[in-house]
């Protein structure tokens, strides 16, 4: 043991050994002895502790603090696309629905179910057993689904009253939240025109169409800011806005935003927005349309909507509703109107950022599935409106 402690010196004497130790020699060793057992007490003291605490560490891993009952007072509680278990215990833990982290990914392990967890909001309830917390984030029952569609092409004054209906938040708070743009999400610069109409800010056209699940506690403010960055997501997945500054003649995100929602409302089939689109710009912007202008029916509509009254078809429109002056979107005005007259989706967006290259000023739906005919004279369009009769679409 000496020899183990290093307490024995090589260089030491060998003859020493033969000595005939006296008391000094005895008092000596003692002292010796007395320094060893110290070492080997406090040797034996630390080892003991260290075994102990990792013995302690590892009890602690694989018995994780967990609740013994069922829980009390309901909880909502979130779990977003591509979270992991980790992640949704992390998210138990905060709302004290388990009482640690690691009893949930411990249940999660076993648990092969675990895996079929769906994003969404769920009804828990605080306190409970990891494994019962668990038991009820797999079945969908417990999901609150509180979603909403928003088709492509609404207004906004549509899309109020199909949110109202799935939240049953009146309209009249998504009307007062929706005063100011620009507090719920939207850059100023969204705004801006290159011609020299001044944009007034409004939520039309920035409520991006899609289906939502919202949190069952929020308000009409929080909704229409989800919305919006919505809106401004998609828009920059397709680079929306350097696209069109860079490929449009000068004009703004905000003049194709306007585009999008005109093609969004004309086009009766996917594959003509983009054509749509071209024909919008060759009217106002080419210098190959008489008037300058748009020339488009559903703008008039959207204004008759607007004011409070009741939409029409092109052809029970008369004159004076048409080309009412007081009307800022009736069909003669000349250049752009002064806004979107919907919500347009992705779709629409990409085809009013990179139309297909024509000289279109005419369409027509020509068939009943809403494929349109395109035409650059008014004699070929005359000939596609014969077409669409004879169909019976006109």
């Not at 057992?37 to 994780?64: N, T």
């Not at 605080?126 to 797999?138: C, E, G, N």
Request: glycine share 8%.
């Amino acid at each position: 043991m000496i020899d183990d402690l290093g307490l024995e010196h090589d260089d030491a004497p060998r003859h020493r050994r033969h000595r005939r130790r006296g008391a000094d020699d005895r008092s000596g060793g003692a002292a010796r002895t007395g320094v060893v057992l110290v070492v080997v007490a406090v040797m034996l003291a630390a080892l003991g502790g260290a075994a102990w605490w990792g013995l302690d560490r590892v009890v602690g891993f694989f018995s994780a603090p967990d609740y013994t009952g069922g829980g009390t007072n309901a909880v909502s509680v979130q779990v977003r696309p591509g979270e992991t278990a980790v992640d949704i215990a992390r998210t138990l833990a905060q709302a004290d629905v388990v009482k640690s982290e690691k009893s949930f990914v411990n249940a999660a392990s076993d648990n092969a179910l675990s895996r079929n967890i769906q994003p969404g909001f769920y009804e828990l309830r605080r306190q409970m057993r990891a494994k019962d917390a668990l038991a009820l984030l797999i079945d969908p029952v417990n999901r609150i689904v509180k979603g909403v569609t928003i088709p492509e092409g609404r207004t906004v004054k549509q899309t109020y009253k199909l949110l109202s209906e799935a939240t049953k938040i009146p309209v009249k708070d998504f009307e007062s939240a929706g005063k100011d743009p620009v507090a719920l999400g939207v850059p100023k610069f969204w705004f801006n025109r290159s011609d020299e109409v001044k944009a007034k800010p409004s939520l039309e056209g920035f409520l991006f169409p899609q289906t939502y699940e919202f949190d069952p506690d929020a308000d009409a403010t929080a909704i229409l800011k989800t919305m919006v960055q919505q809106f401004l997501t998609e828009a920059e997945e397709i680079d929306f806005v350097a696209q069109v500054e860079a490929g449009r003649g000068g004009i703004t995100p905000y003049e194709a935003l306007v585009v999008a929602s005109l093609s969004q409302a004309e086009a009766g089939v996917p594959e003509d927005l983009g054509k749509v689109a071209r024909v919008a710009y060759n009217r106002v912007y080419a210098g190959d349309f008489p008037c300058g202008c748009l020339e488009m029916d559903v703008t008039v509509n959207y204004w008759l909507e607007a004011t409070g009254k009741p939409t029409k078809a092109s052809k029970d429109m008369t004159a004076a509703e048409l080309d009412d002056p007081k009307n800022p979107y009736n069909r003669k005005r000349r250049g752009l109107v002064p806004g979107p007259i919907n919500n347009p989706g992705q779709e629409a967006l990409k085809g009013a950022m990179a139309p297909p290259v024509g000289d279109w000023l005419f369409f027509v739906a020509i068939d009943k599935e809403g494929h349109s005919a395109f035409a650059t004279t008014l004699a070929e369009h005359e000939k596609n409106i014969a077409t669409a009769r004879k169909n019976g679409v006109l």
